[in-house]
């Protein structure tokens, strides 16, 4: 269980991690990002918090470490029926035939 658990926080500070970096990729001048980055890193810092506790005998900079180095082995673990699944959907796509009338 601390396994997943470890798995589902470092999960939840990478995305928050992501969600910051794409918000000061994509900056527009008419697009108030703060607000996002505040709640952002309230979820990436609840995240670290919890993964902390059930990491007891690390420190906060070493659990985050962990927990997001974990969540980016299980994400590479189950890329392959993630593109499995895509290839299927374009399989359908592909071979199914639409009839377009042109009228």
């Not at 798995?7 to 918000?23: D, K, Q």
């Not at 979820?43 to 990491?55: D, E, K, Q, Y």
């Not at 994400?75 to 290839?87: D, K, N, W």
Request: a negative charge.
């Amino acid at each position: 269980m601390s396994d997943f658990l470890t798995v589902f926080f470092g999960t939840i500070v990478l995305s928050s991690m992501v969600i910051i970096v794409h918000l000061k990729a994509a900056y527009h001048p008419y697009h108030n990002p703060i607000p996002l980055i505040i709640s952002s890193l309230a979820v990436m810092l609840t995240g670290i918090f919890a993964s902390s506790l059930v990491n007891s005998n690390l420190t906060y900079l070493d659990s985050m470490r962990v927990s997001v180095s974990e969540s980016i082995i299980a994400i590479l673990g189950i890329s392959p029926l993630i593109y499995l699944a895509i290839f299927i959907i374009l399989a359908k796509v592909s071979v199914s035939t639409s009839e377009i009338d042109l009228e």
